[in-house]
């Protein structure tokens, strides 16, 4: 149990075009979905906290206009890097939890700005 | 903000050894979880843990939190090539439904 799809798992795409990364959890509800950056030999970075139907919340230096998230419903939520330039290329990772249950990831999403 | 050391940051073994890495704080945690990455792919949860003083296992792997609530360790046993990879502690000050806290890491390696 507690699967997190997440796709696409790589892109590569040129600088100025907005990238759309979706989280899906398979086989139960997340109340919370959690959007993280991970650089290389580095930890995660949480970007982003969103429960369904509301607005996300961005941590200190995350631009929302940048990384825009939508939870529209219960078992998907959505990543768009709007216009992308090359540094924000990396590796984003979403998680999913239901109500007091712990995080599940999926498996990332590689993102190369050329 | 909150941090968690974890450390060692890296272990080199072989194969058949055991591997101790722990996670301190100076707050206090009501939840503390342990996750392993592989390379390229999402970390995947190895064990959570609810309660001060609670040991738990999962296979080979055993975690503790700490009486203080301001560690956990966690131990694996007869180490095989497949446990290499990056672990890492997480903490969290609610049930797990809020953000967490995550330690830098331990990179293992096991040699066979």
């Known amino acids: 149990g507690a699967v997190v799809s997440q796709h696409p798992s790589r892109v590569i795409c040129k600088s100025g075009t907005s990238v759309k990364i979706e989280c899906r959890s398979l086989?139960?509800?997340?109340?919370?979905m959690f959007w993280y950056r991970q650089f290389p030999k580095k930890s995660l970075m949480l970007m982003a906290t969103?429960?369904?139907?509301?607005?996300?919340?961005?941590e200190q230096g995350v631009e929302k206009d940048k990384f825009l998230i939508n939870h529209a419903s219960l078992t998907l939520s959505t990543l768009t890097v709007t216009s992308a330039h090359p540094e924000d290329s990396s590796f984003y990772i979403c998680?999913?939890?239901?109500?007091?249950?712990?995080?599940?990831f999926g498996d990332g999403t590689r993102l190369s700005i050329l | 903000g909150q941090q968690l050391n974890q450390s060692p940051q890296s272990m080199f073994i072989q194969e058949g050894e055991d591997v101790s890495m722990n996670c301190t704080s100076s707050?206090?945690?009501?939840?503390w979880l342990w996750y392993k990455q592989d390379p390229g792919e999402g970390p995947v949860l190895l064990i959570a843990?609810?309660?001060?003083?609670e040991l738990t296992s999962n296979g080979r792997l055993t975690a503790q939190f700490g009486i203080t609530r301001k560690d956990s360790f966690l131990n694996i046993s007869a180490s095989i090539p497949s446990d290499v990879g990056i672990y890492f502690c997480?903490?969290?000050?609610?049930?797990?439904?809020?953000?967490?806290?995550f330690g830098k890491g331990t990179k293992l390696t096991v040699n066979p």
């Open positions: 998680s999913a939890m239901d109500r007091d249950q712990p995080q599940h």
């Open positions: 086989d139960f509800q997340a109340t919370t």
């Open positions: 969103s429960n369904e139907g509301s607005k996300a919340t961005y």
């Open positions: 707050s206090i945690f009501n939840t």
């Open positions: 843990l609810y309660k001060a003083g």
């Open positions: 997480a903490g969290s000050t609610q049930g797990g439904s809020e953000k967490l806290v």
